[in-house]
């Protein structure tokens, strides 16, 4: 008699194997597709019918095994198979792949999933995105650029936007002072006098009036002075709301930049020599020169005569013009140049004379010059002397600060430690002051004594840097991201991370390349890559399929003779039951 079990057990063979050509279809369609994890399908035979469950050996029995008849085929399960695909170079910084076990993280429509595909673009936020526009999440940075972990957010690489600029901290100096150059014996002496003979005088009515038989003192008020042209006349040099400018003026034959000084009814002579000494940058703390004279500007009341006292050494010489000093009215209009100056003697001394350039905080340009001069020679060595000043300090003085430093006999120097020096930036946005180290002996070079021609100097290190915008970057295979600015400097501008799951099969595949929590998967494990078995990331590159073209085709010819197989039975029991037919006729 033909049995309908084996037409349904038949049938269940069919089934099955066109569930394996389900998957298989599945597989070859994706052969191309990024990170694509090929599936398997497996066969697990249905529950029998028993005839007998077979008996036990007896004494005289040596006993049956189990009949049983099986009922069929079942699909046991899909198992997706989470093996690394070939890793694909494409030289596009933002392509990322995974080399080893783990996921990227995104969020999908505020749904955090994970996916394997790497082919990352950025949207007009700047975030790596994926192909479907959802975020690639990581760590992130705090504003010393350091990465902040455990706290998942989206990755920004704000190309062209993102701007950054270092304050200067360290300056290192290097070269040879000429320790056989002369000694100085005074600094430069300029007088500036009303005419080419006589000095300033007061008026009558000055207030207050000069002692007896001064022409003119400290503190007689500017607008007090006669006009030099009108001598007898009673009529001021200055008036309130003029200003007085200083430019062009030069130390060393280098041009100091412009200084102006507002008159008011009560700036006083006083007031004006101190805006001298400030603006060509004369150091008055530095006691007497040697021919006793001390730097500075002062005003001889018996003559009305100011005399400008420079600092010693050849590269700390005065020069200045008439035309250097320009009186200007409240339009901005030249009134006059209302002094005449006179040279008696310039500075001289061994010196050495240079310039840097430092940065702020908002990565703004600062210049500072150094001059070292010669001070003293002894049995123990050579002292000199250092004056800093720069013309962007925002105080009314050049002057940063000054001291000295020692060599020994072999020129060596003495005096290590680094000097300070603060530049004040009020009112310029920059934090200040802005404080930096100036090494004369450090690892980039050292400043040396030695008998030479002349002397030489330079800064051979300076850190900080100009403002700069993120014009590259770069993913290293821990996950880091570096961004790479215009002005040279690097900085970390966060983490790519990689999730974890206890099994990576009980993922659930949620279409476009991505997977979400299952029941089986276990939890996502947030791990740094390259960390606690993560895998590491390859940038500028791409996971391909795992996908084994050759493995499907014969798993398709082993489905394709099985469900041929299947459909024999169901026709061999066809044609019994056709017999049977027969024979009922």
């Known amino acids: 008699m033909a049995s ?17 050509l389900d998957v298989i279809g599945n597989n070859v369609a994706n052969v191309n597709t990024t990170a694509f994890k090929g599936s398997r399908t497996l066969f697990s035979n249905m ?20 009949s049983q008849i099986g009922l069929g085929v079942q699909v046991g399960g899909i198992q997706k198979q989470h093996v690394g695909g070939t890793i694909s170079a494409t030289g596009n910084s933002n392509d990322l792949a995974i080399d080893g076990d783990g996921f990227f993280v995104i969020s999908d429509g505020g749904v955090q999933k994970y996916t394997r595909d790497g082919s990352f673009g950025k949207n007009a936020a700047d975030e790596l995105v994926t192909i479907g526009g959802a975020r690639v999440l990581g760590y992130g940075v705090d504003s010393e650029y350091n990465i902040i972990d455990g706290q998942l957010q989206p990755i920004s690489i704000p190309l062209g936007r993102d701007s950054v600029a270092i304050a200067t901290t360290q300056v290192h100096m290097s070269g040879n002072l000429n320790a056989s150059g002369d000694l100085p014996t005074r600094g430069a002496r300029i007088t500036l006098s009303g005419t080419e003979t006589t000095g300033f005088v007061a008026i009558t009515t000055a207030n207050p009036a000069p002692g007896t038989g001064n022409r003119v003192e400290a503190t007689t008020r500017l607008v007090d002075l006669e006009d030099p042209s009108q001598p007898g006349s009673d009529t001021a040099l200055f008036s309130a709301g003029q200003s007085l400018q200083v430019q062009n003026a030069e130390k060393g034959s280098k041009v100091l930049p412009a200084r102006s000084l507002l008159i008011t009814s009560t700036t006083t002579v006083a007031d004006l020599n101190q805006f001298l000494a400030d603006s060509l940058g004369i150091d008055s703390t530095t006691g007497a020169n040697p021919d006793g004279r001390t730097p500075g500007v002062t005003v001889d009341p018996a003559t009305g005569n100011i005399t400008i006292v420079g600092n010693t050494g050849s590269a700390n010489d005065l020069r200045v013009d008439a035309s250097d000093f320009r009186l200007l009215d409240t339009n901005g209009t030249l009134v006059r140049s209302p002094f005449v100056p006179n040279k008696a003697v310039a500075a001289d001394g061994e010196s050495v004379r240079t310039s840097f350039v430092t940065f702020d905080s908002l990565g703004s340009e600062v210049v500072v ?13 050579t002292t000199w002397r250092y004056f800093l000043e720069s013309g962007n300090d925002t105080d009314p003085s050049r002057q940063l600060t000054t001291g000295t430093v020692s060599f020994d006999t072999a020129g060596q120097l003495l005096t290590t430690d680094p000097v300070t020096v603060n530049v004040d930036l009020d009112g310029t946005g920059a934090g200040t002051p802005l404080t930096f180290e100036l090494s004369f002996s450090s690892s980039d070079g050292n400043v040396t004594a030695l008998a030479d021609d002349t002397s030489q100097l330079a800064a051979v290190f300076r850190n900080g840097s100009p403002i700069g915008s993120l014009s590259g970057f770069g993913i290293g295979a821990d996950g880091t991201i570096t961004g790479s600015y215009s002005n040279g400097l690097t900085r970390t501008l966060g983490r790519v991370v990689v999730a974890k799951f206890s099994s990576n099969e009980g993922l659930v595949d949620d279409g476009n390349n991505t997977y979400r929590v299952g029941a089986d998967s276990g939890n996502a494990q947030i791990l740094n890559p390259g960390s606690l078995g993560a895998g590491t990331i390859v940038s500028g590159s791409l996971e391909l399929s795992n996908v084994d073209l050759s493995n499907e085709f014969i798993k398709m010819v082993q489905a394709s003779t099985g469900f041929s197989a299947n459909s024999r039975v169901i026709r061999t029991v066809d044609e019994l039951m056709q017999q049977l037919l027969v024979i009922g006729r």
Do not use: C, I, K, Q
């Open 4 to 20: 309908t079990t084996a037409l349904y057990a038949a049938l269940s063979g069919m089934n099955a194997n066109s569930r394996s």
């Open 47 to 66: 529950f029998s019918r028993n005839l007998s469950e077979g008996t036990a050996p007896t004494e005289n029995s040596g006993g049956t095994n189990p």
């Open 369 to 381: 010059d150094v001059t070292l001069v010669a001070e003293s020679r002894s049995n123990a060595g």
